[in-house]
């Protein structure tokens, strides 16, 4: 594993990213305690992909394309 990748999985909490998101009300524990998103956390990944999803076309448009 390189370096890099070691030291962001030494920093990375799931449990305490979980938390935040819980406190932020974007996600919550459901039914036989697994994770879930709530409404507010549906739209904001929606919002994210979307983005993201742009930013791609973006750079295969004006980047990639000859």
Known sequence: MPKWQQEF??????????N??????????GEGG????TEKGREEAEKRTKETEEGAA????HLLSP
């Open 58 to 61: 973006f750079i295969g448009k």
């Open 34 to 37: 697994k994770y879930e998103l």
């Open 9 to 18: 999985k030494d920093q990375f909490d799931a449990r305490l990213e979980c």
């Open 20 to 29: 935040d998101l819980i406190e932020k009300g974007m996600l919550r524990v």
